[in-house]
């Protein structure tokens, strides 16, 4: 059953006016419904997807092409160096920085993507964090690369046992994140996760879409659009970051299809193996994202078909959207 626990209206109204956010599974079409929306209404766009804010990855992370770059201004993609762990509040700041050079207001954006806890941050804010000394941050980010990911989580059950039992042992970067925040303030990353931010858009003007796709029909959309980055120099892409010998647990390197293609360019399985299981891995990654929308996402969210976003062109369903 959805919740409505995304958009919370008594917390108090947000300084972006009229945004509209559009979420859904990858390969869903919402970024084509927001272009044809941008398009319609003079609006920007603005990336709300995690994976689509790294440079380098443009093919392999299904960025807009440089064709639909050209036809509507779209911020917030391809800016952060996959060296960089980019965090939801990073990305919030940014957003905020947009909205301080005045940016949206003649022109509303449109924020598209498919990561959940983009479009929480909007609807809700987020709870501010402690700033992290430089010191404390290069120990803990040594000691992860030295002693791995399952030994720190060890560590974090001893003094944070509820943040520890909350995270897998081998999500080295959260974990990380919790023992430094702890070390920084003397308090639980929980306890400033508890602390209720504030909404950043206006709820009462914004309108709320989420495209839900059929599933037959999102599969055969997911294996085609990867034939075609293939095609489209996604293997010089991951020649690229690989060159770039970064540490396997930043969130840039467990962009889908980097571990698959390097370890068939590695000679570790067949190039047919590599992008099967990319497409298996695509299609669990948009079973989750479907998930977590239908359970976080309330009745304020405008539940569309994945037809409206573009996937067989004009249709009305999306056309009637206000």
């Given at each position: 059953?959805?919740?409505?626990?995304?958009?919370?209206?008594?917390?108090?109204?947000?300084?972006?006016?009229?945004?509209?956010?559009?979420?859904?599974?990858?390969?869903?079409?919402?970024?084509?419904?927001?272009?044809?929306?941008?398009?319609?209404?003079?609006?920007?766009?603005?990336?709300?997807?995690?994976?689509?804010?790294?440079g380098v990855l443009d093919?392999?992370?299904?960025?807009?092409?440089?064709?639909?770059?050209?036809?509507?201004?779209?911020?917030?993609?391809?800016?952060?160096?996959?060296?960089?762990?980019?965090?939801?509040?990073?990305?919030?700041?940014?957003?905020?920085?947009?909205?301080?050079?005045?940016?949206?207001?003649?022109?509303?954006?449109?924020?598209?993507?498919?990561?959940?806890?983009?479009?929480?941050?909007?609807?809700?804010?987020?709870?501010?964090?402690?700033?992290?000394?430089?010191?404390?941050?290069?120990?803990?980010?040594?000691?992860?690369?030295?002693?791995?990911?399952?030994?720190?989580?060890?560590?974090?059950?001893?003094?944070?046992?509820?943040?520890?039992?909350?995270?897998?042992?081998?999500?080295?970067?959260?974990?990380?994140?919790?023992?430094?925040?702890?070390?920084?303030?003397?308090?639980?990353?929980?306890?400033?996760?508890?602390?209720?931010?504030?909404?950043?858009?206006?709820?009462?003007?914004?309108?709320?879409?989420?495209?839900?796709?059929?599933?037959?029909?999102?599969?055969?959309?997911?294996?085609?659009?990867?034939?075609?980055?293939?095609?489209?120099?996604?293997?010089?892409?991951?020649?690229?970051?690989?060159?770039?010998?970064?540490?396997?647990?930043?969130?840039?390197?467990?962009?889908?299809?980097?571990?698959?293609?390097?370890?068939?360019?590695?000679?570790?399985?067949?190039?047919?193996?590599?992008?099967?299981?990319?497409?298996?891995?695509?299609?669990?990654y948009a079973k989750r994202?479907?998930?977590?929308?239908?359970?976080?996402?309330?009745?304020?969210?405008?539940?569309?078909?994945?037809?409206?976003?573009?996937?067989?062109?004009?249709?009305?369903?999306?056309?009637d959207l206000q």
């Amino acid at each position: 059953m959805a919740t409505s626990g995304i958009v919370n209206s008594g917390q108090g109204e947000g300084r972006i006016k009229n945004a509209t956010l559009i979420a859904g599974p990858t390969a869903s079409g919402k970024s084509a419904l927001a272009l044809k929306l941008a398009e319609r209404d003079g609006d920007l766009i603005v990336n709300a997807d995690s994976m689509q804010v790294y440079g380098v990855l443009d093919v392999l992370t299904a960025r807009p092409s440089a064709e639909d770059l050209g036809r509507v201004r779209h911020f917030l993609y391809g800016h952060v160096s996959p060296a960089i762990a980019y965090s939801t509040g990073s990305w919030l700041r940014d957003v905020a920085r947009l909205a301080d050079s005045g940016l949206f207001e003649e022109k509303p954006p449109i924020f598209v993507g498919g990561t959940g806890l983009y479009f929480r941050a909007l609807a809700e804010g987020i709870s501010a964090m402690p700033d992290i000394p430089a010191e404390i941050r290069d120990r803990w980010r040594w000691r992860l690369n030295e002693e791995g990911a399952p030994r720190l989580h060890r560590l974090l059950m001893r003094v944070d046992s509820e943040m520890a039992m909350r995270l897998k042992a081998s999500d080295g970067q959260r974990i990380v994140r919790a023992l430094e925040v702890l070390e920084a303030s003397g308090r639980s990353i929980l306890k400033w996760q508890a602390d209720r931010g504030h909404p950043v858009i206006d709820l009462a003007t914004a309108r709320f879409i989420v495209i839900e796709p059929e599933r037959e029909l999102l599969i055969r959309r997911i294996d085609a659009r990867f034939d075609k980055m293939i095609e489209a120099g996604a293997l010089d892409e991951v020649k690229a970051i690989t060159a770039m010998r970064l540490a396997p647990e930043l969130p840039a390197m467990k962009a889908i299809g980097v571990r698959e293609l390097a370890a068939a360019m590695a000679g570790e399985m067949s190039f047919d193996e590599a992008i099967e299981r990319a497409k298996i891995a695509t299609r669990q990654y948009a079973k989750r994202q479907s998930t977590w929308f239908r359970n976080q996402f309330g009745s304020e969210w405008r539940r569309i078909g994945g037809e409206a976003g573009g996937l067989a062109g004009a249709g009305a369903e999306w056309w009637d959207l206000q």
